[in-house]
């Protein structure tokens, strides 16, 4: 079964349907049927997004992107770094 991912916005929208389902009575089996997800992926949304808005999730999935890229950008340098004080270090020894 090839897997589906949903955007922040998405997610949110799905989990207000559900806690609207919930509290009109019916059984977090049939909601989580109706949404289409299993029960463990609507516990991990609800534990992430449980509460936000839309813009907020949004906003949390672009500062997840950027920190992403800048961690990749600090694991370029450091590596850079290493490559030019090991060239250093040969340099002193000739």
Known sequence: M????HTPQQVVRKLQEAQAALSAGR????????LGISEQTYYRWKKKYGGMKAEEAKRLASLEEENSRLKKLVADLALDKQI???????????
């Open 2 to 5: 090839k897997r589906k991912r």
């Open 84 to 94: 030019l004080t090991e060239a250093l270090d040969v340099a002193k020894n000739l």
């Open 27 to 34: 059984e977090l089996a049939s909601v989580l049927q109706m």
